[in-house]
């Protein structure tokens, strides 16, 4: 199936210092362009997949699992650790917790993590009754664009494939037991009011890792999309400025990747 608009990968090369950014659950790269863009911007190597059964139509999500997603954020990982020196990984939701899975199983050759808004449980009383509804039942409704930003859009399905939800709520779980594993620097950014993930995730996530250099940063104005709402800015500024603390020099110049 032909990619939506706007749903395409992106990549950049710039310096020795890599970034790799992962998308959300149903979501798909439009919702963190804005993010590998201005890093893109700094003089930083950027990666933002697109996961498989993302961008397309719900149907071929249907198809896919986390096996799926994970696999494709670890091989954009071990490209970028080729022509970079430190990498960082990055990522919104169910990107958070990807991101994090890297850091767990990939050690030194993650250099910092940044997650935004992330995921570490599929709540409510019908996350237990996925494993039997998702064989009488295709989809349920969907979670993208949860924004407070007026005009803004999340280019994400309308409805979530019951396989491929249990495939999250399988991975979360464990992930959550990898959590301890995870030692680099984070940075963890999380909004006020967020109607997709509840703040007990990230504090579950700040309680279970083995991280000693931990940042914790409250988005008071967005939703759960924050990188396309009103603290976009904020995001994108604190992160670039937690990559050059433990990258001494990314940002300085402000010079645009060729790429």
């Given at each position: 199936?032909?990619?939506?608009?706007?749903?395409?990968?992106?990549?950049?090369?710039?310096?020795?210092?890599?970034?790799?950014?992962?998308?959300?659950?149903?979501?798909s790269p439009q919702s963190l362009r804005p993010w590998a863009e201005h890093h893109a911007a700094h003089g930083l190597t950027v990666s933002l997949p697109l996961l498989p059964?993302?961008?397309?139509?719900?149907?071929?999500?249907?198809?896919?699992?986390?096996?799926?997603?994970?696999?494709?954020?670890?091989?954009?990982?071990?490209?970028?650790?080729?022509?970079?020196?430190?990498?960082?990984?990055?990522?919104?939701?169910?990107?958070?917790?990807?991101?994090?899975?890297?850091?767990?199983?990939?050690?030194?050759?993650?250099?910092?993590?940044?997650?935004?808004?992330?995921?570490?449980?599929?709540?409510?009383?019908?996350?237990?009754?996925?494993?039997?509804?998702?064989?009488?039942?295709?989809?349920?409704?969907?979670?993208?664009?949860?924004?407070?930003?007026?005009?803004?859009?999340?280019?994400?399905?309308?409805?979530?494939?019951?396989?491929?939800?249990?495939?999250?709520?399988?991975?979360?779980?464990?992930?959550?037991?990898?959590?301890?594993?995870?030692?680099?620097?984070?940075?963890l950014l999380r909004s006020a009011r967020d109607h997709v993930v509840p703040a007990a995730d990230a504090a579950r996530v700040l309680s279970r890792v083995s991280s000693t250099?931990?940042?914790?940063?409250?988005?008071?104005?967005?939703?759960?999309?924050?990188?396309?709402?009103?603290?976009?800015?904020?995001?994108?500024?604190?992160?670039?400025?937690?990559?050059?603390?433990?990258?001494?020099?990314?940002?300085?110049?402000?010079?645009?990747?060729?790429?």
């Amino acid at each position: 199936m032909p990619v939506l608009p706007g749903a395409e990968p992106y990549r950049r090369q710039g310096g020795e210092v890599g970034v790799l950014l992962c998308h959300g659950f149903t979501g798909s790269p439009q919702s963190l362009r804005p993010w590998a863009e201005h890093h893109a911007a700094h003089g930083l190597t950027v990666s933002l997949p697109l996961l498989p059964g993302h961008g397309t139509r719900w149907e071929d999500m249907q198809l896919t699992g986390w096996q799926d997603w994970y696999a494709e954020v670890d091989r954009e990982l071990r490209v970028l650790t080729e022509s970079c020196s430190r990498v960082f990984v990055a990522g919104l939701s169910m990107g958070g917790a990807l991101a994090l899975r890297l850091a767990a199983r990939h050690g030194d050759r993650v250099a910092g993590v940044i997650v935004v808004n992330p995921a570490n449980k599929v709540h409510g009383l019908s996350a237990y009754a996925l494993p039997v509804a998702r064989h009488l039942v295709r989809t349920t409704r969907g979670i993208a664009s949860d924004i407070a930003k007026d005009g803004a859009t999340e280019l994400g399905y309308d409805r979530v494939p019951l396989h491929a939800a249990h495939s999250l709520r399988v991975f979360l779980r464990r992930l959550d037991g990898e959590l301890p594993q995870v030692t680099q620097p984070l940075l963890l950014l999380r909004s006020a009011r967020d109607h997709v993930v509840p703040a007990a995730d990230a504090a579950r996530v700040l309680s279970r890792v083995s991280s000693t250099d931990v940042t914790e940063s409250v988005l008071e104005h967005s939703y759960h999309v924050a990188t396309l709402d009103l603290d976009a800015d904020r995001i994108f500024e604190e992160s670039l400025a937690f990559v050059g603390r433990l990258a001494p020099g990314v940002g300085k110049e402000g010079t645009a990747a060729v790429g």
